[in-house]
């Protein structure tokens, strides 16, 4: 279970100083089209997380190891992907590099890319069920895989005493090694981007259900 990291007083965080630590940073994706308030609490909300990491890193020690879901490749190159996949984390994971971190590679492209071409299979909506089956269970066991895989990179990569910094999805099935004390980024700005996600859905599929007038 995560520290509530406003409460990890010093004498506690030594406590963590000679164990291996992930910080889990919940993933947020902005696409093309975005509303301006969404944008906004976008904003905000790596905002909150670039403070929480600092206060965290101020208690358990820099980090060493940068990991991001989606990156196939280490250091400048893999970086450059970064910047192309998600300009808010890319700014801070370049920033933790600039400070000495390594970003990390922890995808292996030939399986992310077989469990995203089921996914998508799956998001076409098929109309045999059988099919429809038969697609779930390979989705099912390439994810299974690339979570395995992931947490074995993870555990190579994070050494005796260091911290990590996890950016993925929340939602993510990552069984992380025994000995890695994770702790999870949670800023106030990500339950008003929950409910604002959730409220704009509500309204987007009571208009779809609308019938037309007579």
């Not at 992310?112 to 098929?126: I, K, N, P, S, V």
Request: proline content about 5%; aromatic content about 10%; hydrophobic content about 35%.
């Amino acid at each position: 279970m995560a520290e509530p990291i406003g409460k990890l007083e010093k004498p506690e965080a030594e406590k963590f100083r000679e164990k291996r630590k992930l910080f889990f940073v919940p993933l947020l994706y902005a696409g093309e089209g975005v509303p301006q308030e969404l944008e906004e609490k976008l904003d905000r909300y790596w905002s909150e997380v670039r403070e929480q990491l600092r206060k965290l890193e101020e208690k358990l020690g820099r980090a060493k190891r940068i990991f991001h879901e989606l990156i196939y490749s280490p250091g400048e190159e893999g970086l450059k992907a970064l910047e192309k996949l998600n300009a808010r984390s890319y700014q801070l994971a370049k920033a933790e590099c600039e400070d000495g971190a390594e970003l990390w590679p922890i995808e292996e492209r030939e399986l992310t890319e077989e469990w995203l071409d089921w996914q998508r299979c799956l998001l076409a909506g098929l109309i045999s069920e059988k099919a429809r089956k038969r697609v779930l269970d390979f989705y099912l066991e390439a994810e299974r895989k690339r979570y395995e895989h992931m947490a074995r990179r993870i555990n190579e990569g994070l050494k005796e005493r260091e911290v990590g910094i996890l950016f993925i999805r929340e939602g993510h099935r990552i069984q992380f090694p025994a000995d890695v004390e994770v702790f999870s980024i949670y800023p106030p700005s990500l339950d008003e981007i929950h409910r604002f996600l959730q409220e704009r859905a509500e309204r987007e599929s009571g208009e779809g259900g609308q019938q037309p007038s007579s």
